[in-house]
């Protein structure tokens, strides 16, 4: 198990940006597959964007492809979310998630507590 905190969430205004992190406190974060999952009031949780042990593969939701980059520094025990050219729907909670990988979030044990994006038109 690991436990996972995000941060970086907040409002801004469509077509700005924001960085949101996953940090761990644990040297293994570097076992884990990482991805980010959003959930929109009303709606089911939807992944995002993922990213191997090693950090050198990743893969997205054709709805962000192009405008959000993950990323991962393991000497920090840290991944990060991008987000450039933001748009009103993808306000939502953001969670970031740690587990074997995939973008099914079955496959994902630990849960971060999540945190607001907010984007106005």
């Known amino acids: 198990q690991v436990q996972v905190v995000e941060a970086g969430g907040g409002l801004v205004q469509a077509g700005g940006s924001l960085r949101l992190s996953c940090a761990a406190a644990?040297?293994?974060?570097?076992?884990?597959?990482v991805a980010w999952f959003r959930q929109a009031p009303g709606q089911e949780r939807k992944f995002v964007a993922g990213i191997i042990r090693s950090g050198s593969g990743r893969y997205y939701a054709n709805s962000v492809k192009g405008r959000f980059t993950i990323s991962r520094d393991n000497a920090k025990n840290t991944v990060y979310l991008q987000m450039n050219s933001l748009k009103p729907d993808d306000t939502a909670v953001y969670y970031c998630?740690?587990?074997?990988?995939?973008?099914?979030?079955?496959?994902?044990?630990?849960w971060g507590q999540g945190t607001q994006v907010t984007v106005s038109s």
């Open positions: 998630a740690a587990g074997s990988g995939g973008s099914d979030l079955t496959s994902y044990a630990n």
């Open positions: 644990r040297r293994t974060f570097s076992t884990y597959g």
